[in-house]
């Protein structure tokens, strides 16, 4: 679905979010690399499941015509610094639900996109009669793990050792959800 650009200012800096559009797709696939090498709390190590400009411009395409899914970006002037995807699924039992997921480049972490992201995630899934949201953070990440309880979200289970990182020691993922009742 597309959505309404919001403008935000927040401790000097001003970004929008807005839903992504096609010509973003070179910049998604560059800027997705880059979070991705910038912390280990993502899934991917710098550089797996790369997505090219074409499957860019395909995700966004699908996730523009399909009513379940929310493809958002954060822009500072026309750079883009952040993005957050809702994915819904296909099967009809689990069609009260979307999978939220967020990065943001860390030079511009601390400056409320991320929570922004989210918020704007949650009033859309609110307003679209999506009854369910999840995520899954690794349990070190405190501070997404903070933001996601403070807009709504419980813990509702643990995956233990679900991951291993680069220092060879296993981590544990939570699963969250938060409930639009
Ligand atoms: C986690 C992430 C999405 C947060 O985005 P951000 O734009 O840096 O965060 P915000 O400025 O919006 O802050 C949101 C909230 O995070 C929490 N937070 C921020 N910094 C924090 C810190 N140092 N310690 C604890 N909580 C913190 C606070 O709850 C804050 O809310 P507040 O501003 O009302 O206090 C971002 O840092 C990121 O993309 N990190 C790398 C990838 C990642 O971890 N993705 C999430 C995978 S589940």
Known sequence: MIIAERPFNVNGLSYTIRSAALRDAEQLSRLRVQIDGETENMD??????????????RLIQADSDSPRNL?????????????????????????????????????????????????????????????????????????AAQLYRKLGFEIEGVLKKDKILSDGSYYNTLMMGRFNE
């Open 71 to 143: 493809f958002l970006v954060a822009a500072v002037e026309d750079r883009i610094v952040a993005f957050s995807r809702c994915e819904g699924n296909q099967l009809i039992r689990f069609s009260h639900k979307v999978e939220f997921g967020v990065g943001v480049l860390k030079e511009f972490w601390g400056r409320g996109i991320g929570k922004n992201l989210l918020k704007t995630s949650i009033d859309w899934a609110d307003s679209n009669g999506i009854k369910k949201m999840t995520l899954t953070v690794l349990e070190t990440n405190e501070k």
């Open 44 to 57: 991917r190590e710098q550089g797996e499941a790369f997505i090219d400009t074409p499957g860019f411009e």
